[in-house]
Each structure stands twice: as C-alpha cells, then as structure tokens.
C-alpha cells in the first residue's frame, strides 16, 4: 500500500490546456508539499499546506492552483499550460509544520508539447 | 550562489570503494536532509540531521554546524548505489527545504 501515491505518473499534452495532478497520503502526516523538478533535476518547492491550510506559496504563476479537499489529499490544478511547465512534480508530506522526514511520491512527469 | 552547493557533481567510481559526497550551505539552519534519487526517478529521504553524525547500514552522514558542512559517506559501495544524492537544508525560522544541485553517483561493478 504506497505511502504517498501520486497520479497520473505521465501526462502528455497540448499547449494551454488544463490538468490536474493528484496527491494522496495513507501516513496521516499533517504536511503536504509541491515540488518542481526541471530538466536539470533540480528540485524547488511550489507549495506547502498543513492541515489544509496554505503556509507556503513560492513565487509560482497563478496558473497553478493547489487544492487541498482533506488532509490526506493535496491536487495540482494547472491552467492554460505553458512549453516551460514541462517538469516532474513530486508530492511529499512530512509529520508535522516544520519540516521533519520527508515522504515523496513517485513522480508525474509533465510533458507539454 | 545557490545557498546549498553540493560537490562533486558528478562521481564514478568503482564497486567496493569509500564515496564522499559533500555539501556545503550558506544559512543559518534547523536541519540537514539527504536524499536518494534513483535512475526510475523515485525521491528517498535517506537521514535527517542537524548535529553531530548519523549512520544506517552502509551509509554515514556527518554534519558540522559551525563550517556550514555536511558530508555523506558511503562504505563497500555497490552498483545498486548508483543514483542522484541529494543535499537539502531547511532554513531556520523557515518551512520550507531549499536543495542542492545534487550528485550524480555511478558505481561500475
């Protein structure tokens, strides 16, 4: 039973469409994040929430929307999708508000064409 | 400047040697993470530090505040340790992670 499971693990789409991603956690931590990893691997927070509520929003378009309905479940929603969205966006959670151990998801590659 | 820099960027070595992959970071912090990032992609937390070292299995991780350095040692390495580390800080006062550019490390057998 996967800790935290993210879907879909790949999307490919067309430029200015809109799409979701899914985040989803059976570990009952209290944190969710967002993260962005480009081309060059390198990883950058997007969002945090804990206990639904926002606490970080880095300088991230507002095309993105995170939304998070429960707990356990933290989406990705992204407006008219851009070339430069192409990425991997990992979800993660950790126990409490100050970051502790980190549980991240397997992935979902982005790809906009 | 990143805030959190790793090095080397890139490692090969050959199977059974002693790896250091050090970081180096320029903020105040609450604590050190790192991370194992496997060629299929998958993000692992490997420790959590913020003094002193900390060891599970085969793997070692330092970290000394007053230089601002961590390093992760690997003893014996093996082909299956061939992945991307990472180093990550979390700054003080602050929730969030800031990471480094990572480390590519390939084991040849």
């Known amino acids: 039973d996967t800790a935290v499971s993210q879907t879909p693990k790949y999307l490919v789409t067309q430029m200015g469409n809109d799409k979701s991603i899914k985040c989803e956690q059976n570990?009952?931590?209290?944190?969710m994040y967002w993260y962005k990893q480009d081309s060059k691997k390198f990883l950058k927070i997007m969002f945090s929430?804990?206990?639904?509520?926002?606490?970080i929003n880095e300088t991230v378009p507002n095309r993105f929307s995170p939304k998070s309905p429960d707990k356990a479940h933290l989406n990705l929603h992204i407006n008219s999708l851009e070339l430069g969205d192409s990425a991997v966006y990992f979800c993660?959670?950790?126990?409490?508000?100050?970051?502790?151990?980190?549980?991240f998801g397997e992935g979902s590659r982005l790809t906009v064409l | 400047k990143n805030e959190v820099e790793q090095s080397p960027q890139n490692l090969t070595a050959q199977e059974g040697e002693f790896i250091t992959i050090n970081c180096s970071y320029s903020?105040?912090?609450?604590?050190l993470h790192w991370l194992q990032q496997h060629p299929g992609g998958g993000i692992v937390s490997l420790f959590m530090l913020s003094s002193g070292k900390k060891k599970h299995g085969r793997l070692i991780a330092t970290i000394n505040i007053q230089e601002k350095h961590s390093s992760l040692h690997i003893t014996a390495s093996h082909p299956r340790d061939s992945a991307v580390y990472i180093c990550?800080?979390?700054?003080?006062?602050?929730?969030?992670?800031?990471f480094g550019q990572g480390t590519r490390l390939t084991i040849n057998p």
């Open positions: 903020v105040g912090i609450s604590a």
């Open positions: 990550a800080v979390s700054s003080q006062g602050a929730q969030k992670l800031v």
């Open positions: 993660a959670t950790s126990p409490g508000r100050r970051t502790g151990e980190l549980f």
């Open positions: 570990l009952g931590h209290d944190t």
């Open positions: 929430y804990n206990n639904k509520e926002l606490i």
